[in-house]
């Protein structure tokens, strides 16, 4: 008895061609947008920041990105990192490797906020209570400046009297005391935001006069 040998390889062919039978082809998922999350950022000088453009859609096959900084001396880039080396404003590039798409945003470096006052002859405290949005001060997520106009003059530092904590400032002058005659000083509040690079300014300001605002007992209001 011989034995039949039938191919069903023409059969295979003849389903692939019919659209019957198709091949699981891998295809790339183009970018048709790229944006940054913020137009505005503040870092401080020596901080780290890692950004990330957000891609449309979310799924794109190539999301590497190009970035250069508008001045070096200010803030410069390595990857994704950017760091801050003195103060001052810089623009910040992306630019996509896949289609070339570009967004920038602006970051201004800052000086540190630390204390100031013994940079200056004479200084006024501030015993206060911060409330920030209906939560209290936290130094691992905040940071409180003291200013006059833009120029630091004091940082807010936690501290705690019998179990109740509050925050002292610092903050100093060239002046003695007020004097009405003379130049005023006044003193606004700002909390600046760890997680999210950006600072609020507290409503409550203090005329600097060189005495002491609040006390352990009955702390001055800071609240946003």
């Known amino acids: 008895m011989k034995l039949k040998i039938i191919t069903f390889l023409p059969f295979l062919l003849s389903l692939a061609s019919c659209g019957l039978m198709e091949m699981d082809e891998q295809t790339d998922v183009v970018a048709t947008q790229m944006t940054l999350q913020r137009d505005t950022l503040y870092i401080m000088v020596g901080d780290r920041l890692e950004l990330r453009p ?33 103060e001052g404003w810089s623009t910040v590039r992306a630019v996509s490797v896949q289609r070339h798409l ?50 630091m003059r004091g940082a807010g530092e936690l501290m705690e009297w019998k179990g109740r904590q509050y925050v002292r400032f610092r903050i100093g002058s060239d002046m003695a005391y007020y004097d009405p005659d003379g130049i005023e000083e006044t003193v606004t509040f700002r909390v600046y935001h760890r997680q999210e690079l950006r600072y609020e300014t507290f409503t409550q300001t203090i005329l600097y006069d060189g005495e002491a605002h609040g006390s352990l007992s009955n702390l001055f209001a800071l609240t946003l």
Do not use: I
């Not at 939560?135 to 106009?149: K, Y």
């Open 54 to 86: 957000v891609f449309t859609p979310d799924s794109v096959t190539v999301s590497d990105v190009l970035w250069t900084s508008s001045a070096d001396s200010v803030l410069t880039v390595s990857n994704n990192v950017f760091t801050g080396m003195s």
């Open 102 to 151: 570009e967004d920038s945003c602006h970051v201004n470096v800052m000086k540190r906020w630390e204390s100031m006052a013994r940079e200056y002859p004479y200084e006024m405290m501030v015993y206060a209570a911060v409330t920030v949005h209906g939560q209290p001060f936290n130094p691992e997520t905040m940071m409180l400046g003291a200013f006059v106009d833009d120029e």
